[in-house]
């Protein structure tokens, strides 16, 4: 078989909670999950990527509790699924300190901060981590979120994107346009620290935002954060066509994966944009081991450790659909629709009980998943490349820090044996790191025609 030489990008997937994506491995003896509330625990973190040559540490994020399985917040609770969550962006600053190279992808909604102040913080890290930093741009989808912000219910779904189209207008504005390269300067003899001739307030007048004044920021290394963005409908495929430069897919198989990128890439370039300014990432779950055996061994002892309630406290809140409704033994068809067309595919459309369901998706809950010896594990990696066009994965760990550790001594090894994965970093802020091109958005990003610099400072 050929393969392709691209460079497989790899970020590790986490979340500032107890349980993640695997619900119930928290009470793995070799699990480190239960000190996320430890600064240590995430520089710690950064420290075993950065060994592995991660390209970033994608962050989630839910500013709501899952309560629709059951009706209530017990089975969450009880599980420690994505409760108690803690901010994704303090964490961040610390980790930079502690690394040089490791990016950051952290994740907020467009429903519940207003732009303003959204960006300063990302200006802020991005000064803080030196041009290291990502924004995930997702508009929230938990009614619980929406009450405790005051709405009597979630935006509907294209609603919620169109605010995302003006919220992020509001931030290209700010972060582009706002200041100018030499609006600030301490060189000797300077009498002002900043130019007010080269400050211009945005005076944004929209629908949702009104914003007339200056960025309260002074330009960061990469001005705009870079761009990740996780939607599979089809208008959150057209959002993050037009605006994402790294997106996030959960596709559980090949078939899924293949159409989707396809589908990505032509809309961007529909926009007006190379279709390979945008690198696409897909979930995947690995469990591996120094041997074929050590790995299904690993996978074995995961499994004992796993919690069903929980995952189906998950389920029902990415599905919007009680499951406690139905017995184990019942079939579960979920309704086709733009929004959820992954998960319908795992559902198999009543073929599948719930029994079934928490038994083969009690670990690989989101996107690919494999369990095998460090060669097995790059061919399944480089085959889903080859065959679909992905750029690369985002790692979801069963356990912290060993899912990554397993990973990073087992895997990473083979992958750079063929060729395929970084032997070392390249210099420079994220965004120059994931595309070769420099620290700012490319010309043909919605964002450049907000800009006010000079040719000249763009070179």
């Known amino acids: 078989m050929t393969f392709a030489k691209r460079q497989m990008i790899l970020n590790g997937f986490d979340m500032n909670c107890v349980a993640h994506i695997v619900a119930g ?29 991660f390209d970033g ?9 899952y309560d629709v399985y059951g009706g209530g917040p017990e089975a969450a609770l009880r599980s420690g699924a994505q409760v108690p969550v803690n901010d994704p962006l303090l964490v961040v600053p610390a980790m930079a300190a502690a690394t040089r190279h490791l990016g950051f992808g952290v994740t907020a909604a467009t429903s519940f901060e207003h732009p303003y102040s959204f960006a300063r913080r990302m200006s802020t ?15 929230g989808y938990l009614e619980s979120a929406a009450r405790n912000h005051g709405l009597d219910s979630i935006t509907p779904h294209a609603d919620r994107y169109d605010i995302a189209d003006e919220y992020t207008e509001v931030l290209y504005k700010l972060w582009e346009g706002s200041w100018e390269d030499d609006a600030v300067g301490t060189e000797p003899g300077r009498d002002h620290y900043a130019d007010p001739a080269k400050v211009h307030p945005i005076r944004h007048e929209g629908r ?16 705009t954060p870079v761009l990740y963005q996780a939607g599979a409908s089809n208008r959150g495929r057209q959002f993050g066509a037009e605006n994402a430069e790294v997106i996030f897919i959960g596709a559980p198989t090949k078939e899924v994966l293949r159409e989707a990128v396809a589908d990505i890439r032509g809309r961007a370039a529909a926009a007006g944009r190379d279709p390979y300014d945008v690198k696409i990432v897909n979930g995947f779950v690995v469990v591996t081991g120094a041997t074929e055996a050590a790995a299904q061994a690993r996978y ?25 409704q139905f017995d184990l033994d019942d079939p579960v ?17 009543g073929q599948w009980t719930l029994r079934d369901f928490i038994d083969a998706k009690a670990i690989d809950a989101e996107g690919g998943f494999t369990v095998g010896s460090p060669t097995q594990v790059a061919d399944v990696l480089q085959e889903w490349m080859e065959d679909t066009d992905v750029d690369g994965f985002n790692l979801t760990n069963v ?22 994965y970084k032997t070392a970093y390249t210099e420079g802020t994220l965004r120059h790191k994931l595309f070769g091109q420099g620290t700012r958005l490319p010309e043909s990003h919605r964002a450049a025609g907000h800009r006010r610099i000079t040719e000249e400072a763009t070179r």
């Not at 290291?132 to 741009?137: C, K, L, Q, S």
């Not at 949702?208 to 001005?223: A, D, T």
């Open 399 to 420: 356990i912290t820090p060993g899912s990554f550790v397993d990973f990073i001594d087992h895997v990473v090894p083979e992958l750079q044996r063929r060729g395929i």
């Open 333 to 349: 068809a979920v309704t086709d629709n733009e929004f959820l067309k992954s998960s319908v595919e795992m559902f198999g459309q």
């Open 125 to 139: 890290l991005d000064h803080l981590t030196k041009g290291r930093v990502g924004w995930n741009i997702v508009t």
């Open 208 to 223: 949702h935002f009104r914003v007339p004044g200056i960025h309260l920021c002074e330009p960061s290394l990469q001005r």
């Open 57 to 65: 540490l994608f962050i989630a994020d839910v500013l709501g509790i």
């Open 300 to 324: 074995d002892e995961f499994r004992r450790y796993t919690d069903p309630e929980g995952a189906l406290a998950l389920w029902s809140g990415w599905l919007g659909t009680d499951l406690s």
């Open 25 to 53: 491995t928290w009470r793995h003896p070799e699990s480190q999950a239960a000190r996320y509330k430890d600064i240590e625990y995430w520089t710690e973190l950064a420290q075993l990527l950065e060994r592995g040559l």
